[in-house]
């Protein structure tokens, strides 16, 4: 009797899910590295910070005595800050920052959050990365623009630059493009993804899923190449910094002109949960996200790009106002959110919270919901309707001329 091989009847989402595994794309076919000049796309790159990060030793309200009776240790004395206007200033190591504000190229958006604000980091980023607060949803906010602004599925056309993929790309009809070291892209994976791709003979049979996983196989190959091929020929002389935070490795995709539109960056490992001794280590985080974000905004200029590209900058959640007494901060709610790009209107949107009024837990009540800065983003610059994407009518700001 002949026994059929375990993997002769896989369905084209079970070969999509074991390509998600090893982080690349599945679509067909791969488009040549180069594209036309000519007719260039928007592009979206969301930076996570995360593990909290402490938006008012960010963004410093230089001129509220509440911030220094509540923070009398750790407050940044205001002849310290990074002013950029007669209210607030940034954080001394964030030069890049102060100049993307006052060339007009930043947009900073107040008092971010969400109702019953969680906070515990896990399940807050989920909210953010799903856009779907105090509920369970399984694709991600950025996959679900994917699939509705590319539905013919282009390849490439999602990126996340990561160890491993986030929810917030997680995508019902995408598969995202994930990888870490362009140079051992496509290399990772679990054993039984491996298999599929390294012997698509393995799936037994003749059949339409073997022939459909030849040619997803020889698709991923060409993806991988491609990746490491930008990365290969890239050079640049912008300075971005310590850490990159791979916005380098962006800007060499879109140097090559893959048909990437989408793509998602992050500090790891919880990098700006700082309980204890903040003020060294946040200052040190702070340059990093500043030196990387505005040399990455230099490239796009240098490459005659800066047109085509959007920056959004968030945390899951911000820190509580009041010091502890380790001289950090603990767990809080509300803040900011970043839009940066020279197609951006800079300035200042929504309401900054009350530090004279703080909820019961003493921390700031959030005056903006999240949603709002997505759908200004989704609707004024990549131009789709956010109403479905995001399970609801968030007023949009105006970030866009």
């Known amino acids: 009797m002949e026994h059929a ?14 390509l998600g595994a090893l982080g690349i794309s599945a679509g067909l076919p791969i488009p040549p590295a180069r594209a036309a000049a000519s007719g260039a796309k928007r592009i979206l790159v969301v930076v996570e910070m995360s593990g909290a990060n402490d938006g008012l030793n960010t963004l410093v309200p230089y001129t509220d005595d509440a911030y220094y009776r509540l923070r009398p240790r ?25 100049r993307l504000y006052k ?12 109702p019953q604000q969680s906070l515990s980091h896990s399940q807050s980023m989920a909210y953010w990365h799903t856009a779907v607060p105090n509920a369970g949803e399984r694709y991600g906010w950025l996959g679900r623009v994917a699939d509705a602004i590319d539905p013919q599925l282009t390849p490439n056309f999602l990126v996340n630059i990561d160890e491993r993929q986030s929810l917030a790309v997680q ?39 073997r022939t459909y996983l030849d040619k997803v196989a020889a698709s991923a190959g060409e993806a991988s190449q491609l990746v490491r091929a930008a990365w290969d020929g890239y050079k640049t002389p912008v300075d971005y910094g310590i850490r990159p935070l791979d916005l380098n490795k962006v800007a060499a995709m879109i140097n090559a002109e893959l048909p990437s539109q989408l793509f998602y960056v992050s500090f790891r490992h919880n990098a700006f949960d700082t309980h204890v001794q903040q003020n060294e280590q946040h200052g ?3 340059s990093y996200a500043s030196d990387a974000i505005s040399g990455f905004m230099r490239d796009m200029e240098r490459i005659g ?15 509580r106002v009041a010091e502890n007494t380790s001289l950090g901060t603990d767990h809080g709610t509300a803040n900011h959110m970043y839009v940066i790009g020279k197609p951006v209107k800079g300035g200042h949107y929504g309401d900054a919270p009350l530090l004279t009024d703080l909820d019961d837990g003493g921390n700031l009540k959030f ?6 800065v997505y759908a200004s983003v ?6 789709h309707d956010s109403k479905v994407l995001l399970g609801g009518d968030f007023t949009t700001f105006p970030l866009y001329s």
């Open 5 to 18: 091989h375990p993997h002769a009847n896989a369905t084209r989402r079970d070969l999509l899910k074991a």
């Open 74 to 98: 750790i407050g940044l004395r205001a002849d310290k800050v990074r002013k950029i206007d007669d209210r607030y200033g940034f954080n001394p190591g964030m030069l890049g920052f102060e």
């Open 103 to 114: 060339d007009g190229k930043m947009a900073i958006v107040h008092g971010c959050g969400y």
């Open 171 to 209: 995508s019902e009809h995408h598969v995202p493009v994930v990888f870490d070291d362009p140079e051992r892209f496509a290399r990772k994976g679990l054993l039984q993804s491996r298999l599929l791709l390294d012997n698509p003979a393995a799936a037994g049979g003749s059949n339409l899923s």
């Open 284 to 286: 040190r985080l702070l």
């Open 305 to 319: 790009r800066a047109d085509d590209v959007t920056v959004l900058v968030f945390s899951e959640f911000g820190r």
């Open 367 to 372: 005056t903006t919901d999240f949603r709002r």
């Open 378 to 383: 989704i609707e004024g610059w990549l131009g």
